[in-house]
């Protein structure tokens, strides 16, 4: 019988250290959004909906946003690769909040300024200490969004494309996050144990 060859033979797994990271709950997601002012609180929101690094976040223009398809379309700095992330119900939301008061061609934009953000830092650490939280960053929420995705049977080429990495290697971390998901998939599996007679082994006789 002829077998197939394993399409993630070639991959390379990360080392030990880089599957080693940190998700929130949604207790403290909760803690955190209640701990926020609105432009950081739809900020913060967005960020586990979509998956999207803070610098991507900050330079959001209206142009790379699709209301009609509800998603967004993104090029992806160096590698000029195109990055389409379908917008969910919470995600749409807040766009449809910030169309409303839309202003200048950034999608989040200092209320303050009118201009882009450009330093979310000090904000960040300010709600962490009000929520009583640490240890999370901006990139925790994007772990986040991963995690819950694999978590609801997402399969890793898809979060592969949501996250746009490059390749497979980087989004295989995740799979280490899905053991229920893992739990459902060989729940799948017909039983037969019913159908099967367990025949006794005769015993050696001295």
Known sequence: MHHGRNPVRLVRFLPEDNLQFRTISEDDEQRLLEASPPYLR?????????GLRCGDLL????EEVDIDEKRLSLIMGK???????????????ILLGKQAVKHGPHFFYNPGTGDRFYDLK????????????????????????ASRLTRSGVDLVTVKELLGHSTINTTMRYAHSNHETKARAVARLPRRDKNVTVVPRKQKTA
Request: charged share 25%; glycine share 6%.
């Open 59 to 62: 330079d959001l223009r209206w």
């Open 122 to 145: 000090v904000g960040f650490r300010a709600i962490l200490k009000r929520a009583g939280l640490t240890g999370i960053t901006w990139r925790t929420l994007r772990h986040t969004f």
């Open 79 to 93: 590698s000029r690769r195109r990055l389409e992330i379908p917008l969910n119900e919470t995600a749409f939301s």
């Open 42 to 50: 739809e900020l913060i929101l967005f960020a586990i909906n979509t």
